[in-house]
């Protein structure tokens, strides 16, 4: 039996094996590693990509968040708003610029932050004497964009900066009624990308990028990841070694290109899985009008989760769980002394969510033969909820949390 990939990066390399080939002998020649003439290619293409300003390119995208934090002036005593369902590495950035990560659950149709939970959170707090938060980080999780519109016009009411996390958001944007797209990223006073290996735009080790309009703020980002350098032994202030590889560079330029294309194809295999898959008894991902989805992964949702996880590893498909434990319940969150039912929506997504394979290289036999195995799994469920046991991810509770 054929593995199928959760992620396919063997195929994508094949694809762009050529032009990685030629943007690395033009790094070999040129001898510039950290910075120099591939760094800044490439941060000018991708900002024409997104249509913004600047695209500064950094270490990663944790060192993203951090340095665009940082330089929107949030330090020790603030508090950052964001949610409890993403990767840890948005609560750690937030953690690492002194500031205090404070949690509002997500959206059951979105899984990205709740605008009625923020607004509610927010009136909440406005009615006590301290102080209030100071910026937030909205996270476009899986690919799909949190809901701007209304997060902008209640950030503008409560004085909030925001800072987007765009780690997994590579092209996803919002469509506007003159047909034309605009980006994940390019909305708050800045936009975090990551290019781990996995992502859409993926580089060949660590890197990441902020992106901004704000010509002031991207001054001041170059300076903090490049030791507050203003010239070459002079320092504005302490800053960080948080610069772009030259070879990520070249690996990232090389697929920038393929990038809208390969996300184009993602969108296909969504649309796919969305046609043979079991919507009685999974919960499949949306796109709430004119949002755009860069499909980093297709989480579908269900309280049967661990019976089709068992069946897609018998059947050789790779699949994952993002994310098991939510943030406000992980060790490294305990100072904020959060415990179970704080944010049930998330908390449920924990429970319940399954990662299918999902990437540009996924044939329609491989999704085809991924809901066939998932369907098969769920025979015997089917059974027991024809018995009158009705329990979906959406209708009922989720089952007891394991721990
Ligand atoms: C939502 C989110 N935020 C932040 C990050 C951090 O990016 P990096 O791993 O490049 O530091 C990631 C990476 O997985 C992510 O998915």
């Known amino acids: 039996m054929r593995q199928i990939k959760f992620v396919d990066l063997a195929a994508q390399n094949a694809e762009i094996q050529s032009d990685v080939e030629r943007e690395l002998a033009q790094v070999h020649s040129g001898c510039a590693y950290v910075g120099g003439v591939a760094v800044e290619a490439f941060e000018r293409e991708f900002a024409q990509f997104l249509g913004v300003r600047h695209a500064i390119g950094v270490s990663s995208g944790t060192d993203a968040l951090r340095l665009a934090l940082i330089a929107a002036g949030i330090g020790p005593g603030d508090q950052v708003i964001t949610t409890p369902m993403t990767f840890i590495a948005t609560a750690a950035a937030i953690h690492q610029t002194g500031a205090r990560p404070v949690f509002v659950d997500v959206d059951p149709e979105t899984c990205n932050i709740s605008p009625r939970g923020l607004r509610r959170y927010l009136e909440r707090r406005a009615k006590t004497t301290a102080r209030s938060p100071r910026a937030m980080v909205p996270v476009h999780l899986y690919g799909l964009p949190a809901a701007m519109d ?175 434990v939510p943030l406000h319940l992980q060790p490294a969150c305990r100072e904020l002394g959060h415990s179970p039912g704080d944010f049930p929506v998330a908390e449920s997504l924990a429970d319940t969510a399954l990662s299918l394979p999902m990437h540009p290289h996924l044939t329609e036999t491989e999704v085809a033969r991924v809901a066939q195995t998932v369907h098969d799994a769920l025979a015997g469920y089917r059974e027991l909820l024809a018995g009158g046991l009705r329990r979906t991810a959406t209708s009922s509770p989720p089952p007891p949390r394991r721990r």
């Open 150 to 324: 209304e997060i902008e016009t209640i950030a503008r009411e409560f004085g909030l900066k925001i800072i987007e996390d765009a780690c997994q958001a590579h092209g996803a944007g919002w469509r506007g009624t003159d047909g034309r797209t605009v980006m994940a990223g390019t909305r708050g006073l800045a936009g975090c990308f990551s290019f781990y290996p996995g992502k859409n735009l993926g580089a060949w080790g660590e890197a990441g990028a902020v992106v901004t309009n704000d010509d002031e703020l991207a001054d001041r980002i170059r300076m903090l990841r490049d030791h507050g350098r203003i010239s070459h032994y002079a320092h504005q202030e302490f800053g960080y070694n948080a610069r772009l590889d030259a070879i990520q560079a070249g690996v990232l330029r090389a697929k920038l290109g393929h990038l809208a294309e390969w996300n184009e194809r993602r969108r296909k295999a969504a649309r796919l899985y969305r046609k043979l898959l079991d919507r009685e008894i999974l919960k499949l991902p949306e796109e709430p009008d004119g949002a755009v989805s860069a499909y980093h992964l297709f989480v579908v949702r269900t309280a049967a989760r661990d019976l089709i996880r068992e069946a897609l590893i018998r059947n050789e498909i790779q699949c994952g769980i993002h994310y098991p």
